[in-house]
């Protein structure tokens, strides 16, 4: 079994700043790498505001977040970001294109041993494979928002995957502290997504249909499932960012009318007016004390 001693998390947006930090937190070295100064800037002030969280609901001491950061490294120069990497976990946008060319530069930068797993969560690893020019090397691994809580980490290979390299990034997900979930076939989405995703599609379909308001939505969820949260509030969660790059893909793909209008509602009501979700302050709800924790939200 190998055991990875220093980690490179390409992407700091929501969730990769999550992982990289998760992952610090549990005592390995990380670096953090983004494409440019602005961008790791914003990583380091997601990271700084983790410390909060890991405080309240994991009853982390300070001396434990502060460790976790200091065993942090940022870098905008990929080349120096996984100079070391024994394993480079990626989790830049859900853009083949963007991972196309990323998967080109780091093929080209990082050592023959380096393991590369995706975070990705609706593409399938063999669809990068090839570009990576190590296969046997690469899989996917996937973790879901809020990682220090919501603790899953699917693991899933494709047929060229070294069997070797899928055991030890179950077992590498389990020393994070995650519930390592192995999966031996492809499947779009995993099983998270295969179950999470149609709800959030129906949701925004029923949305920009104009069937009702993302409050009504919700509000009719969680009172006849129990859930805690609603579909809306999930995608504050994941990140409008995500649900846009996404709904964009498919209209662009299959020719999806409303998707295409979903899109460019997405970008215009909330991402250009920065309002992604919880990372924000504000997306479908306002945080913090977002409408559908009242307990009134869900009553007659």
């Not at 690893?125 to 046997?136: I, N």
């Amino acid at each position: 079994m190998v055991q990875y001693q220093k980690v490179t998390v390409a992407g700091g947006g929501v969730l990769g700043s999550q992982i990289a930090y998760q992952t610090a937190f549990k005592g390995f070295n990380v670096i953090v790498y983004d494409i440019n100064n602005d961008a790791v800037n914003q990583a380091k002030d997601r990271i700084t505001k983790l410390k909060d969280r890991y405080q309240k609901d994991l009853n982390a001491t300070q001396a434990q977040v502060d460790a976790a950061f200091n065993r942090m490294d940022f870098q905008s120069d990929l080349k120096q970001a996984v100079s070391e990497a024994d394993l480079v976990i990626e989790a830049i946008p859900e853009v083949i294109d963007i991972k196309n060319e990323f998967y080109q530069e780091l093929g080209q930068v990082a050592p023959d041993n380096t393991i590369f797993v995706t975070n990705t969560s609706t593409l399938l690893p063999s669809q990068f494979a090839d570009v990576t020019g190590r296969p046997e090397k690469f899989l996917a691994l996937h973790f879901a928002n809020e990682i220090w809580l919501n603790n899953t980490a699917e693991i899933m290979k494709h047929e060229h995957t070294d069997e070797q390299v899928f055991e030890d990034i179950v077992e590498f997900a389990k020393q994070i502290g995650m519930i390592a979930l192995p999966l031996h076939k492809e499947q779009p989405g995993y099983i998270l997504n295969s179950l999470l995703v149609p709800l959030l599609d129906a949701a925004q379909d029923l949305f920009i249909k104009g069937v009702a308001d993302p409050q009504t939505i919700d509000k009719t969820w969680m009172a006849a499932t129990g859930a805690p949260k609603g579909p809306f509030a999930i995608l504050d969660v994941v990140g409008i960012n995500t649900a846009y790059h996404i709904v964009k893909q498919k209209a662009a793909k299959t020719g999806d009318q409303n998707a295409a209008k979903l899109a460019e509602l997405l970008k215009t009501e909330y991402i250009d007016m920065n309002k992604l979700g919880t990372a924000t302050g504000e997306g479908f709800y306002k945080y913090p004390n977002p409408s559908y924790e009242d307990p009134n939200f869900v009553k007659a």
